[in-house]
Protein backbone atom coordinates (compact mmCIF):
# COMPACT_ATOMS: atom_id res chain seq x y z
CA UNK A 1 0.00 0.00 0.00
CA UNK A 2 1.62 3.13 -0.86
CA UNK A 3 1.17 6.17 2.02
CA UNK A 4 -1.00 8.56 1.45
CA UNK A 5 0.68 12.07 0.73
CA UNK A 6 -1.11 15.60 0.45
CA UNK A 7 -0.92 15.65 -3.24
CA UNK A 8 -4.20 14.71 -4.70
CA UNK A 9 -3.29 13.33 -7.33
CA UNK A 10 -0.53 11.11 -5.83
CA UNK A 11 -2.94 8.75 -4.23
CA UNK A 12 -4.29 8.08 -8.32
CA UNK A 13 -2.02 6.07 -10.49
CA UNK A 14 -3.38 5.05 -13.86
CA UNK A 15 -3.05 1.54 -14.65
CA UNK A 16 -4.40 0.11 -18.12
CA UNK A 17 -4.83 2.05 -21.26
CA UNK A 18 -7.21 1.37 -24.37
CA UNK A 19 -6.45 1.69 -27.48
CA UNK A 20 -5.60 5.05 -28.23
CA UNK A 21 -4.00 5.60 -24.70
CA UNK A 22 -6.12 7.00 -22.36
CA UNK A 23 -6.31 5.42 -18.89
CA UNK A 24 -9.17 3.06 -18.24
CA UNK A 25 -8.34 1.56 -14.98
CA UNK A 26 -6.86 3.29 -11.62
CA UNK A 27 -5.19 2.34 -8.96
CA UNK A 28 -7.10 4.64 -6.34
CA UNK A 29 -5.77 5.36 -2.12
CA UNK A 30 -9.00 6.12 -0.48
CA UNK A 31 -8.93 8.17 2.56
CA UNK A 32 -9.24 5.41 4.76
CA UNK A 33 -6.28 3.89 3.49
CA UNK A 34 -7.35 1.13 1.43
CA UNK A 35 -5.93 0.59 -1.98
CA UNK A 36 -8.56 -0.14 -4.62
CA UNK A 37 -8.46 -0.43 -8.45
CA UNK A 38 -11.03 0.86 -10.19
CA UNK A 39 -12.16 0.19 -13.93
CA UNK A 40 -13.79 3.73 -15.23
CA UNK A 41 -14.07 2.83 -18.77
CA UNK A 42 -17.54 4.08 -18.36
CA UNK A 43 -16.51 7.17 -17.93
CA UNK A 44 -16.13 10.10 -20.35
CA UNK A 45 -11.93 10.05 -20.71
CA UNK A 46 -11.71 13.63 -19.84
CA UNK A 47 -13.53 13.12 -16.40
CA UNK A 48 -11.55 9.90 -15.36
CA UNK A 49 -8.91 11.77 -13.51
CA UNK A 50 -11.44 13.75 -11.65
CA UNK A 51 -13.00 11.15 -10.63
CA UNK A 52 -10.19 9.08 -9.48
CA UNK A 53 -9.24 12.15 -7.70
CA UNK A 54 -12.85 12.60 -6.19
CA UNK A 55 -12.81 8.79 -5.29
CA UNK A 56 -9.30 9.01 -3.54
CA UNK A 57 -11.41 11.74 -1.03
CA UNK A 58 -13.63 9.24 0.11
CA UNK A 59 -13.64 5.95 1.82
CA UNK A 60 -13.67 2.92 0.02
CA UNK A 61 -16.58 0.71 -0.99
CA UNK A 62 -16.38 -1.73 2.25
CA UNK A 63 -15.66 0.52 4.69
CA UNK A 64 -18.26 3.12 3.00
CA UNK A 65 -21.25 0.13 3.79
CA UNK A 66 -19.39 -0.93 6.65
CA UNK A 67 -20.01 2.84 8.42
CA UNK A 68 -23.71 2.95 6.42
CA UNK A 69 -24.99 0.17 8.27
CA UNK A 70 -23.22 1.11 11.62
CA UNK A 71 -25.31 3.98 11.34
CA UNK A 72 -28.71 2.70 10.66
CA UNK A 73 -28.76 0.89 13.81
CA UNK A 74 -28.04 4.78 15.62
CA UNK A 75 -30.49 6.40 13.45
CA UNK A 76 -33.25 3.55 14.34
CA UNK A 77 -32.56 4.55 17.83
CA UNK A 78 -32.88 8.01 17.37
CA UNK A 79 -35.91 7.72 14.75
CA UNK A 80 -37.49 5.16 17.90
CA UNK A 81 -36.73 8.08 20.29
CA UNK A 82 -38.16 11.01 18.10
CA UNK A 83 -41.51 8.83 17.23
CA UNK A 84 -41.45 8.18 21.54
CA UNK A 85 -40.96 12.09 22.14
CA UNK A 86 -43.78 13.12 19.38
CA UNK A 87 -46.18 9.87 20.61
CA UNK A 88 -46.42 11.70 24.23
CA UNK A 89 -46.53 15.41 22.69
CA UNK A 90 -49.80 13.85 21.25
CA UNK A 91 -51.05 11.97 24.14
CA UNK A 92 -50.28 15.07 26.51
CA UNK A 93 -52.40 17.80 24.25
CA UNK A 94 -55.42 15.22 23.71
CA UNK A 95 -55.64 14.61 27.07
CA UNK A 96 -55.41 18.66 28.49
CA UNK A 97 -57.82 19.77 25.17
CA UNK A 98 -59.93 16.87 25.46
CA UNK A 99 -59.75 15.28 22.13
CA UNK A 100 -61.80 12.06 22.10
CA UNK A 101 -60.11 8.65 21.32
CA UNK A 102 -58.98 7.75 18.12
CA UNK A 103 -60.62 4.42 16.00
CA UNK A 104 -58.58 2.07 14.11
CA UNK A 105 -55.98 -0.16 14.23
CA UNK A 106 -53.19 -0.38 16.55
CA UNK A 107 -50.77 0.69 14.43
CA UNK A 108 -52.56 3.33 13.25
CA UNK A 109 -53.77 5.03 16.32
CA UNK A 110 -50.43 6.25 17.26
CA UNK A 111 -49.63 7.83 14.07
CA UNK A 112 -52.86 9.05 14.13
CA UNK A 113 -52.86 10.83 17.27
CA UNK A 114 -49.34 12.15 16.30
CA UNK A 115 -50.82 13.46 12.85
CA UNK A 116 -53.64 14.71 14.58
CA UNK A 117 -51.64 16.76 16.71
CA UNK A 118 -49.62 18.08 14.15
CA UNK A 119 -52.07 19.09 12.15
CA UNK A 120 -54.17 21.29 14.77
CA UNK A 121 -51.71 22.52 16.13
CA UNK A 122 -50.18 23.63 12.83
CA UNK A 123 -53.57 24.90 11.90
CA UNK A 124 -54.18 26.87 15.44
CA UNK A 125 -50.72 28.66 14.28
CA UNK A 126 -51.98 29.50 10.81
CA UNK A 127 -55.79 30.83 11.86
CA UNK A 128 -55.32 32.19 15.25
CA UNK A 129 -52.16 32.86 16.26
CA UNK A 130 -50.98 33.93 13.09
CA UNK A 131 -53.98 34.95 11.13
CA UNK A 132 -57.20 36.48 11.78
CA UNK A 133 -59.55 33.96 13.34
CA UNK A 134 -60.72 34.82 16.89
CA UNK A 135 -61.27 31.81 19.65
CA UNK A 136 -64.94 31.74 18.86
CA UNK A 137 -64.21 30.73 15.74
CA UNK A 138 -61.60 28.53 16.68
CA UNK A 139 -64.25 27.01 18.85
CA UNK A 140 -66.31 25.96 15.75
CA UNK A 141 -63.38 24.22 14.20
CA UNK A 142 -62.20 22.47 17.40
CA UNK A 143 -65.56 21.14 17.53
CA UNK A 144 -65.81 19.56 14.07
CA UNK A 145 -62.03 18.55 15.04
CA UNK A 146 -63.76 16.49 18.06
CA UNK A 147 -66.11 14.90 15.86
CA UNK A 148 -63.45 13.18 13.34
CA UNK A 149 -62.21 9.74 15.32
CA UNK A 150 -60.99 7.72 11.99
CA UNK A 151 -57.13 7.55 12.77
CA UNK A 152 -56.69 6.50 8.95
CA UNK A 153 -58.37 10.45 8.47
CA UNK A 154 -55.61 12.29 10.29
CA UNK A 155 -53.07 10.07 8.42
CA UNK A 156 -54.54 10.81 4.73
CA UNK A 157 -54.23 14.68 5.97
CA UNK A 158 -50.71 14.44 7.69
CA UNK A 159 -49.59 16.62 4.83
CA UNK A 160 -52.00 19.09 4.57
CA UNK A 161 -51.54 22.70 5.17
CA UNK A 162 -52.48 23.85 8.95
CA UNK A 163 -54.25 26.54 7.31
CA UNK A 164 -56.80 24.15 4.75
CA UNK A 165 -58.34 21.81 8.10
CA UNK A 166 -61.42 24.10 7.92
CA UNK A 167 -62.21 22.88 4.13
CA UNK A 168 -60.29 19.57 4.73
CA UNK A 169 -62.79 18.33 7.03
CA UNK A 170 -66.01 18.23 6.38
CA UNK A 171 -69.37 17.19 7.53
CA UNK A 172 -68.41 13.86 5.46
CA UNK A 173 -65.72 12.91 7.73
CA UNK A 174 -67.47 12.73 11.05
CA UNK A 175 -67.60 9.79 12.51
CA UNK A 176 -71.26 7.85 13.82
CA UNK A 177 -72.59 7.06 16.44
CA UNK A 178 -74.00 3.72 15.13
CA UNK A 179 -71.51 1.03 15.77
CA UNK A 180 -72.81 -1.43 13.28
CA UNK A 181 -72.26 0.91 10.36
Not at 44 to 72: H, I, V
Not at 89 to 115: N, Q
Request: one cysteine or more; a negative charge.
Amino acid sequence: MKPQTSNPTSNVTPSNRNSPGVKTAWTVIHSCGHEVLHNLSDRAADRRSGFARWLAGRECTDCWKAARDADTVAKDQWLAARRAEEQAAAVEWAERFDMPPLEGSERALAWGERSRFQLVTAAYTALVSEGTWDEADWAVLEDKIRSISRAGWWIDQRDADGADLPDAATSADVGTENPHR
